[in-house]
């Protein structure tokens, strides 16, 4: 049998049902653009094993994924890695997403959890999770925290990491894969994939070197975990 992202008792039936509660739940918090991509993309999970962010956080709602493929898991183990006990431990989620999936999972374990997103719901959040709903520039104020942390927080990965390294926070980054550079070249078939490479290139480069001007210690970078699919950056501290 084909694998796939849901638990086998996941219908196509069942997933309309969620999808319709999903939707009368968080009617005022999602934007017309998510309603636009949960109605295409909702089925994915029945021939896939991996699906959209917030494909990924409608389905987390509801736990139908199957914990093989549930990334929020693989990740939380990842930072688990290296803070086994998060209970004294405040986290700032950054990009955390419409519904802050990954912020809830984290409340369970630790003291504070804070979520910063343009897109962000305040329905249904344990009392210890706190939402901040705003768009971030490089010019935003963000929390202090213990551990910052992103899961895939397109344009703001660069200022995830410099604010984990203004304030000596240790970070765990899941880069996404997207290429945030409409420069013309993208046009250019002949050039795109040297322009992406360009792209993840210094991506690191910034990366790498704001750890090294931090006090974060040294820069690790894993090309992926479990079936986590894109590169990972996280700092040690010797
Ligand atoms: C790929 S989604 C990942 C969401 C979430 N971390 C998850 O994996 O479920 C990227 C998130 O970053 C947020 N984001 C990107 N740029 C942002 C900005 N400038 N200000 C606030 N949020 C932003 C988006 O709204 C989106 O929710």
């Keep these: 049998m084909q694998e796939r992202l849901l638990k086998k008792v996941v219908s196509k039936k069942k997933l309309d049902g969620y999808l319709k509660e999903f939707f009368d739940t968080y009617y005022e918090d999602i934007p017309p653009f998510i309603h636009e991509s949960l109605e295409e993309d909702y089925l994915y999970g ?40 998060l209970s004294n431990m405040t986290i700032l989620d950054v990009g955390g997403g419409l519904i802050p999936s990954l912020g809830r999972r984290l409340a369970k374990d630790a003291k504070h959890v804070m979520v910063v997103d343009r897109w962000l719901t305040d329905k249904n959040n344990p009392t210890n999770l706190e939402v901040i709903k705003k768009e971030i520039t490089c010019a935003s104020e963000l929390p202090k925290a213990d551990i910052v942390i992103g899961f895939m927080p397109c344009e703001v990965t660069n200022i995830l990491v410099e604010h984990a390294c203004k304030t000596d926070a240790d970070f765990l980054l899941e880069t996404c ?20 490479r360009r792209f993840y290139e210094n991506r690191k480069k910034y990366i790498e070197e704001m750890v090294a001007s931090s006090n974060l210690g040294e820069c690790i970078e894993l090309d992926s975990y479990k079936n986590i699919p894109y590169t990972i950056y996280t700092n040690k501290t010797k």
């Design 46 to 85: 029945l021939g896939e094993t991996f699906a959209p962010c917030y494909v990924m956080q409608f389905y987390d709602e509801y736990q139908l994924m199957l914990n093989k493929y549930n990334l929020y898991l693989q990740f939380i183990e990842l930072l688990k890695h290296n803070h086994p006990d």
């Design 177 to 196: 894969g997207c290429v945030h550079d409409d420069s013309a070249m993208y046009h250019d078939p002949m050039y795109y994939w040297y322009a992406v």
